[in-house]
């Protein structure tokens, strides 16, 4: 099923189901699809990984603090082993896409010799993926995640049981949106993450709180690929920086117009933020919790109208408030 909670199921099924369906993705990407093609399929699993996480950070109105964070550790233990398989990929995107932006700026060659050097880093780091056990190690640990969810113990159901991690995500994104217009580049980094985090959260919760909150989701869609590019810039520009990379080209000029990009980029990043995170904390919550509530109105007036139409999975759900209240 799609990344998102269903209108006619409990919040508390609903944070069940998606964990097991994202922890069972990253492990088909790491046991089926690895060897033949290693460099999608850990990319894949990473991104199964990370919404995984964001469910949890969504869920922390409900989930023990012990447990949550165990979890937590586990999944991001996971990833890090698999985090420099997609980077060799990521920086040759990147290298591709400023050399097409700025054309005619440099000789074609230079980019040309620095695209070798990085074709034969993604090359090697492929195949000590192939040859390794790093895959494998990591499908292991979320094997472990994934027997334990059918002991997770969830306390809290229905807005109760979401409303916590959805107001702490908004408010530590807006505060690192203020804090990033004149930061280093760990704030930019981390302020990355919660709006990844917040546009996780709006496609979970989209199906029973939209349309009132589409455009913001959109938004922080956008926002967060900005900010993505960004990264991905500073980490092309480590990369030539190090002493691992030293083709006899003018890194310098190529330096210069990596910076160049990441202004630009970091310029519209501040700007789409500033319409991202208008709002108080507590206006965004409170217009969340009202399109919540719209949408579970909605629902129960489906319901009432053709009662006939619930699901026989629905009818026979265990007592709590559903997704819908």
């Known amino acids: 099923m799609a990344y998102r909670f269903e209108s006619d199921e409990p919040v508390r099924t609903a944070i069940l189901r998606c964990a097991g369906e994202q922890i069972d993705e990253a492990i088909h990407e790491l046991t089926e699809r690895v060897s033949s093609d290693p460099v999608d399929a850990v990319h894949s699993a990473r991104k199964a990984v990370k919404k995984e996480r964001s469910l949890l950070r969504l869920a922390r109105g409900s989930m023990a603090r012990r447990q949550r964070r165990q979890e937590n550790g586990a999944l991001r233990h996971a990833a890090q082993g698999l985090s420099t398989a997609r980077d060799g990929e990521a920086m040759l995107e990147t290298l591709d896409a400023l050399s097409r932006r700025y054309v005619g700026q440099l000789p074609e060659t230079t980019f040309q010799q620095i695209r070798e050097r990085l074709e034969i880093?993604?090359?090697?780091?492929?195949?000590?993926?192939?040859?390794?056990?790093?895959?494998?190690?990591?499908?292991?640990?979320?094997h472990a995640v994934r027997a334990r969810q059918g002991i997770w113990r969830l306390s809290g159901d229905g807005w109760a049981a979401i409303e916590p991690g959805l107001a702490r995500g908004y408010r530590d994104g807006r505060e690192l949106f203020s804090r990033a217009r004149a930061s280093s580049f760990q704030e930019w980094h981390d302020w990355r993450k919660r709006v990844k985090d917040l546009w996780y959260h709006e496609r979970l919760l989209g199906s029973v709180a939209a349309p009132a909150i589409r455009g913001q989701a959109k938004d922080a869609h956008a926002l967060a690929d900005l900010l993505g590019d960004e990264h991905d810039l500073d980490v092309l520009e480590q990369t030539l920086r190090s002493d691992r990379m030293t083709p006899p080209v003018d890194l310098d000029a190529v330096v210069e117009l990596i910076e160049l990009r990441r202004r630009e980029l970091r310029g519209?990043?501040?700007?789409?933020?500033?319409?991202?995170?208008?709002?108080?904390p507590k206006r965004f919550i409170r217009r969340m919790r009202s399109a919540w509530d719209a949408g579970c109105a909605n629902e129960r007036a489906v319901r009432e109208r053709d009662p006939a139409e619930i699901p026989d999975t629905v009818r026979s759900a265990p007592a709590g408030s559903p997704a819908t209240g």
């Open 121 to 142: 880093r993604r090359d090697r780091e492929r195949r000590e993926l192939i040859g390794s056990s790093v895959a494998g190690q990591a499908a292991d640990e979320l």
């Open 268 to 280: 519209e990043a501040l700007r789409l933020g500033s319409r991202v995170y208008a709002e108080s």
